[in-house]
């Protein structure tokens, strides 16, 4: 047999012909800054056309982060403060995303027609498998607001399967009672749409104190063009079925939950519906200094909550350390030892007056503050 020789390759001519390393760095680069910029795209569902922006590339056996906003709103006015919040950078880094924007609620739609049945809470959740077969999606991670939460949970309920984990800040799954209704119309009578929405939103004490942010999302409301849409949508929200869940039973969520809402948030006691759901699979966080809407005022409390809640699920284990975590670190792992890597049974309280940390019996609830 001949002997082997070693023979070096040199290519003569690069992949890219003409391209420096410097080059091929700044194409790589503008191609993320364009990802980073999103991509919007709309398709046709039983229910009428729905638009929704991806950002970045999908991770392989990762789940897509999907987003829903509340009424009155849309993706960005709802999420912006906080994907652009530093901290959320290494999160979004390892999760592709989709915004999707209620129907009639995205930048520049169209009023719709006199007379246009907009779908309801359900439809708008039915909806949502359209979207995720357009993008060959398999699994999310949801995270809804208000009447997106609610829509989000209703998803859930029927596709189990596809929804790993759920965030719902704000959510109200309880019909309309007969008070609501009367206590509504009257206001009605005495208010506008715009101011009704508003009350919905936030917490009166936030709307008597009259701050930037207050000013900011009235403005954004009162004058939107399309604020008969928005209307219709607020009805849809108005005409919700009773989510009706069951702790034990088959109306549940299947998925791990992390609940959230501001201490003084006029959905406070709604959200309390923990208690209808799994304990080993549902976090309940109340921050505090909030008002109603957690995701625009407390971004960073957000951000940290839903890095803990990530790393639960079994990703980003290794994400760095926060200061939060530093002064959590020997009871997460005294706990985790005893509970399991992917244990959840936990309730989260967050406050920004104190540093102290108290751990409940495992499987049971912990109490956090920062």
């Not at 795209?41 to 990762?62: A, D, I, L, Q």
């Not at 912006?80 to 924007?101: G, S, T, Y």
């Amino acid at each position: 047999m001949a002997e082997l020789r070693e023979v070096q390759i040199t290519e003569e001519k690069p992949l890219l012909p003409g391209q420096t390393p410097e080059v091929a760095k700044e194409a790589e680069l503008a191609a993320r800054i364009l990802l980073d910029q999103g991509q919007t795209h709309s398709v046709e569902t039983p229910y009428g056309s729905v638009t929704f922006t991806v950002y970045g590339t999908p991770k392989p056996k990762r789940p897509a982060i999907l987003t829903y906003h509340d009424v009155g709103l849309n993706y960005k006015s709802c999420f912006q403060p906080l994907f652009q919040f530093a901290d959320m950078q290494e999160i979004i880094q390892n999760f592709v995303r989709v915004h999707v924007d209620a129907p009639g609620m995205e930048e520049g739609a169209p009023v719709f027609p006199l007379g246009y049945q907009y779908p309801s809470l359900d439809q708008l959740a039915d909806m949502i498998p359209c979207i995720l077969q357009y993008l060959n999606f398999s699994t999310i991670i949801g995270i809804g607001v208000g009447a997106g939460a609610y829509v989000l949970s209703r998803y859930a309920l029927t596709h189990p399967d596809t929804v790993e984990g759920l965030v719902l800040i704000n959510i109200d799954p309880n019909a309309k009672g007969w008070m609501d209704w009367a206590a509504h119309k009257l206001t009605g009578l005495t208010s506008s749409i715009s101011e009704m929405i508003l009350g919905h939103l936030f917490s009166q004490e936030e709307l008597s104190g009259n701050s930037e942010l207050i000013q900011k999302y009235r403005n954004i409301i009162a004058h939107a063009p399309n604020l008969d849409n928005i209307e219709l949508y607020w009805n849809s929200y108005n005409n919700r079925r009773d989510l009706n869940f069951v702790r034990g039973g088959d109306t549940t969520l299947k998925c791990p939950v992390m609940l959230v809402v501001g201490d003084q948030a006029p959905h406070e006691d709604a959200v309390e519906c923990n208690s209808k759901l799994d304990p080993t699979q549902t976090s309940f966080l109340k921050m505090a200094d909030s008002g109603g809407q957690p995701q625009l005022t407390q971004p960073g409390k957000l951000t940290e909550a839903f890095k803990y809640f990530l790393q639960g699920m079994g990703y980003m284990a290794s994400s760095c350390m926060t200061r939060l975590s530093r002064s959590r670190t020997a009871s997460l792992t005294s706990a985790a030892s005893i509970d399991g890597n992917r244990s959840r049974s936990r309730t989260l309280s967050q406050s920004s007056e104190s540093g102290t940390l108290s751990s409940g019996p495992p499987g049971h609830t912990m109490e956090v503050s920062c």
